[in-house]
């Protein structure tokens, strides 16, 4: 499995990948146009990305890519946003996340829910709705 994890912030970077068994191929990127590049390659299994991202926010980075899957008929990859405030959710579920965790994130929560997304990331697809982390 292959994970990409977004943010510019390497505390939080580095709690989305502590908890990740050894067999989990990570990428981390910091920018968005990085993010981009990475996600063309279409070989990303599960997204952790920082909604906080900046310049173009981590929801918006989230929302273009759900648009251009649904466009183009092809499989976006499970995704998990970080939100800095309980009320960023609406943004979350806008952007069409999976989930939705609290920064600063815990690492195992984190490696469960990266775990589970990737078990059905063949058949993912957008949910609509984000399940946040209190």
């Known amino acids: 499995m292959r994970v990409l994890v977004v943010s510019p912030d390497v505390g939080e970077r580095s709690r989305a990948t502590s908890a990740l068994p050894a067999e989990v191929e990570v990428v981390q990127v910091t920018t968005a146009p990085e993010a981009h590049r990475a996600l063309e390659r279409g070989d990303v299994d599960v997204l952790v990305i920082d909604g906080d991202l900046r310049p173009e926010g981590g929801y918006s980075v989230l929302y273009e890519l759900r648009a251009a899957g649904d466009l183009e008929g092809r499989r976006t990859p499970p995704a998990i946003v970080l939100m800095d405030r309980r009320d960023d959710r609406f943004l979350a579920e806008w952007a069409r996340a999976d989930e939705a965790v609290l920064k600063p ?30």
């Open 105 to 134: 994130s815990d690492p195992f929560d984190l490696a469960a829910r990266v775990m589970r997304l990737g078990d059905g990331a063949v058949a993912s697809q957008p949910s609509g709705g984000a399940s946040a982390s209190e």
